[in-house]
């Protein structure tokens, strides 16, 4: 066979999975329908400014083997997530939430006061569970209001998250909002990681870096030609989506996706940060990225007099669309069981990677540690 490797699709898993098979001397060929490499990380150069195409990225992670192994490739600027939310009172507050919010909220100043303040809201909400003979939060609301309380709740959770998932916050899993960070500093970093930032020069340059020297082909479909393509390699590394693989046969995972509404301004700093969030119910979109602030900083801000926002706009997802985050609610964690199943049986002869080959919310970080540990389990 001409190839050791034949990898569908040119995402961040399918790069990464390149360099490593590429360096370890095993001959590759990467297919990628879209017109360019790079999957939902590629941006669009627009007048000097990098565009997040299908979303913003914003790099993080605390995996030391996954931070040294991207720097060997691209160096990394100094964002820092901080994003802004614009709440139904038409104030602003600080995300994540923390005393530069509690502090606008209630007033408070000092951890301890705003400490009390929780307390009280958190009270209100345990004794309405209790009257109503509840132990555990049910749903969404009622874990956001026993771990944050009413005020931050209805300001800047409620219809936020409505938006976001297109159903009311009484009949969404209390886990989703499980992870949310309350932070009794004056500190507006929106991750926990240790390490963050963006790609210098932007995402592509990283994509390019892990494709250097290996083969890829663009605008081909894996699908469209499978035999042919499966003639060429001994071992298949598949990125698209599960269902599609086995032709819909036990039926369609489902996803929900964003839509992006993108303008250019003749303006040199519109919002003033790259993430404002909307909570309030009454304007259709939860958030304005404004994609200079990832890579400009200070005077370099002013120095384009232009500036490219996107509106997003989440939105039921339905075939055609861009599949963008898994719903993992029953129906679909069943059948994505017994595609797992499929897809077992196939190995080593294919082998299923990323997030839409394994139905499965990713960030970049921990994609790339699943390729570290997938090739090696490939290689043994
Ligand atoms: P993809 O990037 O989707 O790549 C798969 C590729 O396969 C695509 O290019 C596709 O065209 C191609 N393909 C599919 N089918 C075929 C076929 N039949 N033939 C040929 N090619 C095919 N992560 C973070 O760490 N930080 C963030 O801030 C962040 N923000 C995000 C925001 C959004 C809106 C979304 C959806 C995700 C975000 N992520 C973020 C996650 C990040 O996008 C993923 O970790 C990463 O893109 C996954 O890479 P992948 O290679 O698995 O998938
Ligand atoms: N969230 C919220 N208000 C905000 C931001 C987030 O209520 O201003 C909630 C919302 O329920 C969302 C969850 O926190 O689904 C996780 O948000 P995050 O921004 O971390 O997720 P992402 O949009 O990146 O998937």
């Known amino acids: 066979m001409k190839y050791d490797f ?11 999975f390149a360099r490593l098979a590429t360096d370890a001397g095993k001959k590759c060929l ?10 939902n990380i590629y941006c ?29 490739y691209v160096r990394f600027n100094r964002y820092t997530n901080c994003p802004v939310a614009k709440a139904p009172d038409g104030k602003m507050y600080n995300l994540p939430f923390n005393m530069n ?37 049910r749903n969404l609301e009622e874990q956001a209001l026993t771990l944050i309380g009413r005020d931050v709740y209805e300001l800047l959770i409620k219809h936020y998250t409505e938006k976001q998932w297109g159903r009311p916050c009484t009949e969404l899993p209390a886990y989703i909002i499980r992870r949310l960070p309350v932070r009794l500093v004056f500190d507006n970093n929106y991750f ?26 663009l605008d081909t479909d894996y699908l469209a030609d499978r035999a042919n393509f499966d003639s060429l390699a001994e071992h298949i590394i598949y990125t698209g ?15 929900r996706t964003v839509r992006f509404e993108t303008e250019k301004l003749e303006n040199p700093n519109y919002q003033g940060n790259a993430v404002i969030n909307y909570t309030a119910g009454d304007v259709p979109y939860t958030r304005i990225i404004e ?14 007099p232009l500036t490219v926002i996107s509106r997003e706009y989440s939105t039921e997802w339905t075939p055609g669309m861009e599949p963008y985050y898994p719903v993992n609610d029953s129906r679909n964690n069943e059948l994505i069981e017994k595609y797992r199943e499929l897809a077992e049986e196939l190995k080593p002869r294919v082998f299923f990677g990323g997030r839409l080959g394994t139905y499965t919310y990713l960030d970049m970080d921990k994609v790339i540690a699943k390729v570290l540990a997938d090739f090696k389990e490939i290689m043994a």
């Not at 989506?241 to 996803?255: A, C």
């Open 30 to 39: 990467v297919i990628e329908k879209r017109n360019h490499p790079g999957g």
């Open 101 to 137: 919010t509690f502090c606008k909220l209630w007033g408070v100043e000092t951890p301890v006061e705003a400490e009390a303040k929780l307390e009280e809201q958190r009270r209100e909400a345990k004794e309405k569970m209790a009257a109503d003979g509840v132990a555990e939060p």
């Open 44 to 72: 669009e150069n627009i007048d000097g400014i990098n565009v997040h195409k299908y979303g913003a990225h914003i790099f993080h992670t605390s995996n030391e083997e996954v931070w040294e192994f991207v720097n060997r």
């Open 291 to 304: 994609h200079k602030h990832f890579e400009m900083f200070g005077q370099a801000v002013y120095d384009n």
């Open 192 to 217: 926990n990681d240790l390490y963050q930032g963006i790609p210098e020069g932007g995402y592509n340059k990283l994509i390019d870096a892990l494709l250097e020297g290996v083969e890829v082909r």
């Open 241 to 255: 989506p599960i269902d599609e693989y086995f032709d819909f046969k036990l039926g369609n995972l489902q996803w």
């Open 6 to 16: 034949l990898i569908v699709g040119a995402g961040l898993y399918g790069a990464v």
